[in-house]
């Protein structure tokens, strides 16, 4: 069984820094994508940072680029995004989701489905 769990999550003030993290378990495929999502309240699901095992360019949305950085550890065992300068507007609750597809890191972040998707955590940037 494929699990995701993501976890860092918390309240910083603008311009602060975080870094969360995504452990992924029973995930066997030799080719993937994986992703960071996020959903704020009453807003559509926008996807965040995107990277395929199969495409050397990462996906970063216009909205973030610059600011967030995403990473994978031992595959796809453990993925990061690291969070800068962050903003108001990057409040909402942010999960991860991984697929065993080959697919560039752009296409994946667009898809309107990934097969396996964790539980999110809340990020809140306030003053």
């Known amino acids: 069984e494929v699990q995701l769990q993501a976890s860092g999550g918390g309240l910083v003030q603008p311009g602060g820094s975080l870094t969360l993290a995504c452990t992924i378990t029973?995930?066997?495929?030799?080719?993937?994508?994986v992703g960071w999502f996020r959903q704020a309240p009453g807003k559509e699901r926008e996807a965040v940072s995107c990277?395929?095992?199969?495409?050397?360019?990462?996906y970063y949305s216009d909205s973030v680029k610059g600011r967030f950085t995403m990473s994978t550890e031992n595959g796809v065992n453990t993925v990061h995004l690291r969070m800068n300068n962050l903003k108001p507007e990057d409040t909402a609750v942010y999960y991860c989701?991984?697929?065993?597809?080959?697919?560039?890191?752009?296409?994946?972040?667009?898809?309107?489905?990934?097969?396996?998707r964790g539980q999110g955590t809340l990020v809140t940037v306030s003053s």
């Open positions: 029973g995930f066997t495929f030799d080719d993937y994508a």
């Open positions: 989701a991984v697929q065993g597809i080959i697919i560039r890191a752009a296409a994946f972040c667009h898809r309107n489905w990934q097969d396996y």
């Open positions: 990277i395929s095992s199969r495409d050397e360019n990462r």
